[in-house]
């Protein structure tokens, strides 16, 4: 499957983003899809995932500003992002897994990156 993430840019403290990343292929449905961010100089982490149906998990920094949804008709998993802090400025990467994990390495595939960059 191949992914393409869009959606970043630059936005003030407080303020909303909505990421997106379509994929392609007819399978996207069987794929648990999570998004995952990696800051100059920090390794990259997990931010959120959903299941092939609609159950979620959040990063604990993010949880309650954060939402992951996906719409299987059309291949595309969407991060909306409010009350954004300047430790959210990344790179977010959206991923694909065969598998439930918020492990980086248990993601097979994965889209280019969008920035985000949160200004105070």
């Known amino acids: 499957v191949q992914l393409q993430a869009c959606g970043g840019g630059l936005v003030q403290a407080g303020g909303s983003l909505r990421l997106s990343c379509a994929a392609s292929?007819?399978?996207?449905?069987?794929?648990?899809m999570g998004w995952f961010r990696q800051a100059p100089g920090k390794e990259r982490e997990f931010v959120a995932a959903?299941?092939?149906?609609?159950?979620?998990y959040y990063e604990n920094s993010v949880k309650d500003r954060f939402t992951i949804s996906r719409d299987n008709a059309k291949n595309t998993v969407y991060l909306q992002m409010n009350s954004l802090k300047p430790d959210d400025t990344a790179v977010y990467y959206c991923?694909?897994?065969?598998?439930?994990?918020?492990?980086?390495?248990?993601?097979?595939?994965w889209g280019q990156g969008t920035l985000v960059t949160v200004s105070s």
């Open positions: 959903i299941r092939r149906g609609d159950g979620t």
């Open positions: 991923a694909a897994s065969s598998d439930w994990s918020i492990v980086v390495a248990r993601y097979d595939y």
């Open positions: 292929g007819r399978t996207f449905s069987s794929y648990v």
